[in-house]
């Protein structure tokens, strides 16, 4: 279940004792609105007690005719038998009918047999960022007032996990105010008609897992400015808290910031995010300097994708922040110079996500 594609390379690196610096500030970005299913994660006796039910939704009301949405799923299945998840909308306007469109989505279902970083959301996050997503045709593509359609559905065996990014865009046939619902539902029954189950979602699980809807889907983060020659230092990404304990600049996608906060969880890590971020390096001299610009995992195992001008890399898995994945090696010159790249996470990641900046 590998994906193909050239991987950044790991170095050994020896960190202790090098000063964070927290990013510098952030701004949301991206059109697409974000919604993220992974609370429950795991689908259990426990977390899914029902014959069928709603593992999350996006309650959507707007005024422009055409709204780009994307869903991150991720669900574990550990029933005895399998179950079938999919992803429903329900126009519930009664004028006009909505058109699903431009539908791209990645995915992968594996258990113990793959690793699920690397595997399963770090070729998802390289499709997404390459924009290699598969292209489909909505199951239904056409859905009338007052009615369901279902975009589309997987059956995930016991012992597997079902991980996802699905892009689409909803246009209304007519004027005025749009109103429908997105859906993430699954069945015991895998014969069973998705559509009809619109009940509340399920109660977030006790496990720490991200759930929520947001109007954006991309973080543009600046890191402090590097000064070329001096000590090493790491920006830590999608970090809980800053040194002082209050919020970090780029944790935008927080449960307060969801379209429906009171059932929402912090989506602390990014999960489904393109995470653009540019980092500022000033040379005092008269000459060139070499500085390195790394990605360094801070949290525990940690693998994904990056995406540097055109160039997409997979970020291969890294265990320790005594490993480093270099994406820049720059020849910087006098002056200030800027380095950008996006990054998104593969799930089952662990964050935050520390950047490595060293002049060689």
């Not at 989505?105 to 998802?124: A, F, H, L, Q, S």
């Not at 979602?201 to 720490?208: C, D, E, F, G």
């Not at 000033?282 to 995992?297: A, D, E, F, H, M």
């Not at 525990?300 to 994406?327: C, E, F, H």
Request: hydrophobic share 35%.
């Amino acid at each position: 279940m590998t994906c193909s594609g050239r991987d950044l390379t790991i170095e050994a690196v020896n960190t202790t004792g090098v000063v964070q610096y927290d990013i510098a500030s952030a701004t949301r970005g991206g059109a697409r609105r974000l919604m993220v299913s992974d609370n429950p994660e795991t689908l259990s006796e426990a977390n899914f007690p029902v014959r069928q039910g709603v593992l999350w939704h996006d309650v959507v009301r707007s005024n422009n005719g055409t709204v780009q949405h994307r869903i991150f799923a991720w669900h574990y299945n550990v029933l005895a038998d399998p179950v079938k998840v999919g992803i429903t909308l329900e126009n519930r306007a009664n004028h006009g009918a909505l058109k699903i469109e431009d539908v791209k989505r990645e995915y992968r279902i594996g258990g113990d047999e793959v690793n699920w970083i690397t595997d399963i959301g770090g070729c998802i996050s390289r499709a997404v960022l390459s924009n290699t997503m598969d292209a489909r045709t909505a199951d239904q593509t056409l859905i009338k007032q007052q009615q369901s359609g279902q975009i589309e559905s997987f059956i995930v065996p016991p012992g597997k996990l079902l991980g996802m990014v699905y892009d689409f865009t909803v246009k209304s046939t007519d004027s005025g105010e749009i109103q429908y619902t997105v859906r993430t539902v699954a069945s015991r029954d895998t014969a069973y008609d998705l559509t009809l189950v619109k009940s509340a979602p399920l109660p977030l699980a006790p496990q720490a897992h991200p759930r929520g809807n947001w109007t954006f889907s991309e973080t543009n983060a600046v890191t402090p400015v590097y000064t070329a020659g001096t000590e090493r230092v790491i920006y830590p990404t999608c970090a809980k808290t800053k040194k002082d304990g209050s919020l970090p600049a780029d944790q935008l996608f927080t449960a307060a910031a969801s379209e429906q906060p009171q059932d929402s969880l912090d989506n602390r890590a990014q999960f489904g995010v393109i995470y653009n971020v540019t980092v500022p390096v000033t040379n005092p001299g008269t000459q060139n300097r070499t500085v390195q610009i790394s990605l360094n995992p801070r949290g525990g195992s940690y693998g994904g994708a990056v995406k540097i001008g055109d160039r997409v890399y997979g970020v291969p898995l890294m265990r320790t922040n005594q490993q480093k994945a270099p994406v820049y090696v720059a020849s910087v010159p006098p002056g200030t110079s800027k380095y950008s790249f996006s990054l998104m996470i593969a799930g089952a990641s662990s964050t935050p996500l520390g950047l490595l900046v060293e002049t060689l």
